[in-house]
């Protein structure tokens, strides 16, 4: 199709993790979602939502959600954005921020999408490693892409950077650093506190991690007025239906049902770490609702198969940096109690 645009024409477009058809035979762990149902506050207003009113278009600023997030997260309503998902809000980070031919910049191996997402913009696309230490190698001393994206805590591979590391990253930018924070409810840090300091920082988060409503689409960013109101000018107007936006107000109002679940994780996960690191898989010690593990004979695809053979699903990637190991999503107790037990059985391959 010659009238296609040469980098539409010429890229891979992005693969999201398998959705099974037949999802409830499988353990599945292979994309971050969470095992526990979302709050029952948000079925209740999804339900009063439901009926004759949804002939009305929805609150084009999704104005009683971005008030629970601000209230909650301590900032006025002015300095955030609700989105479609967080990648959303993303892709109109870089529409906002880098034109053709512009510098957008990562990490690898972090969330490979941010490059799919310049690719369309038709922007540049710029990747840093890491050392074995977790340290981003050859970032610039004064460097000057439009936009820097660091998620924090890392995905696929859990660790985290100090809050420290960041400030100095954003001091040595002279465009946006995006601290994409999708799993930072499972940490022990964020950097909401760098948003307010510095001027070139932006926060976005997702629900669909923490607030198990990966199916609403919900995501939001936080950023100084003047960012949220050029994002405001690129979204669709009415980007939040308005299931979502009750939705998230729902999610964020109950927090006493958000923080059981995320602390249920987090104990699933030190557990879960304990057990396969007694079995001799390495585990990076992890601040997401997922470990990257690696079996001893660091041959991800082999286990990835005797998993896949005994119906639990986990995430693989046949990246050089990443094959030798897995990405685990954290489920309940149950879960991953038959996951090590299934590991058990495929044994350690030397
Ligand atoms: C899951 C994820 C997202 C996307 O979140 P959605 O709100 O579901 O679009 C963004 N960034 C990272 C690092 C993620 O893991």
């Known amino acids: 199709m010659s009238a296609l645009r040469k980098n539409i024409a010429d890229m891979a477009g992005y693969v999201p993790g398998f959705q099974p058809e037949d999802a409830a035979s499988y353990i599945k762990l292979n994309t971050n979602e969470n095992p526990y149902p979302p709050s029952p506050r948000v079925i209740e207003a999804i339900n009063a939502e439901v009926g004759e009113g949804l002939r009305r278009y929805p609150d084009a600023a999704s104005r009683l959600a971005r008030e629970e997030a601000g209230r909650l997260y301590g900032f006025d309503p002015?300095?955030?954005?609700?989105?479609?998902?967080?990648?959303?809000?993303?892709?109109?980070?870089?529409?906002?921020?880098?034109?053709?031919?512009?510098?957008?910049?990562?990490?690898?191996?972090?969330?490979?999408?941010?490059?799919?997402?310049?690719?369309?913009?038709?922007?540049?696309?710029?990747?840093?490693?890491?050392?074995?230490?977790?340290?981003?190698?050859?970032?610039?001393?004064?460097?000057?892409?439009?936009?820097?994206?660091?998620?924090?805590?890392?995905?696929?591979?859990?660790?985290?950077?100090?809050?420290?590391?960041?400030?100095?990253?954003?001091?040595?930018?002279?465009?946006?650093?995006?601290?994409?924070?999708?799993?930072?409810?499972?940490?022990?840090?964020?950097?909401?506190?760098?948003?307010?300091?510095?001027?070139?920082?932006?926060?976005?988060?997702?629900?669909?991690?923490?607030?198990?409503?990966?199916?609403?689409?919900?995501?939001?960013?936080?950023?100084?007025?003047?960012?949220?109101?050029?994002?405001?000018?690129?979204?669709?107007?009415?980007?939040?239906?308005?299931?979502?936006?009750?939705?998230?107000?729902?999610?964020?109002?109950?927090?006493?049902?958000?923080?059981?679940?995320?602390?249920?994780?987090k104990e699933t996960r030190a557990w879960f770490t304990a057990e396969l690191e007694k079995i001799g898989y390495h585990v990076i010690p992890s601040s997401g609702n997922y470990v990257f593990a690696s079996p001893p004979d660091r041959d991800g695809t082999r286990v990835y198969q005797g998993l896949y053979d005994r119906k639990i699903l986990v995430r693989h990637f046949t990246d050089p940096k990443l094959s030798h190991g897995l990405r685990i999503s954290i489920g309940t107790k149950e879960e991953m109690e038959r996951t090590v037990q299934a590991l058990v059985e495929i044994g350690p391959g030397r």
């Not at 998620?151 to 100095?168: C, E, H, R, V």
């Not at 919900?218 to 939705?247: F, M, S």
Request: contains cysteine; glycine residues 6%.
């Open 78 to 265: 002015s300095w955030i954005i609700m989105a479609n998902g967080s990648d959303e809000v993303l892709n109109n980070l870089i529409r906002a921020f880098a034109g053709e031919g512009e510098e957008v910049a990562y990490i690898h191996p972090s969330y490979s999408y941010y490059g799919t997402l310049a690719e369309i913009q038709g922007a540049k696309v710029r990747t840093f490693g890491l050392s074995e230490a977790f340290e981003p190698q050859g970032i610039p001393e004064r460097y000057d892409a439009k936009l820097f994206f660091l998620t924090n805590p890392n995905a696929p591979l859990g660790f985290t950077y100090s809050q420290k590391y960041i400030a100095d990253l954003a001091g040595r930018l002279s465009g946006v650093l995006v601290v994409d924070e999708a799993y930072a409810d499972f940490a022990e840090e964020n950097s909401l506190e760098l948003v307010r300091s510095l001027d070139n920082v932006v926060v976005t988060r997702t629900f669909s991690k923490s607030y198990s409503l990966a199916g609403m689409r919900l995501g939001l960013a936080i950023a100084r007025p003047e960012v949220i109101a050029a994002l405001n000018k690129i979204r669709d107007h009415y980007n939040l239906d308005r299931l979502a936006q009750t939705a998230a107000a729902a999610a964020l109002s109950d927090q006493e049902y958000f923080r059981g679940c995320v602390a249920k994780i």
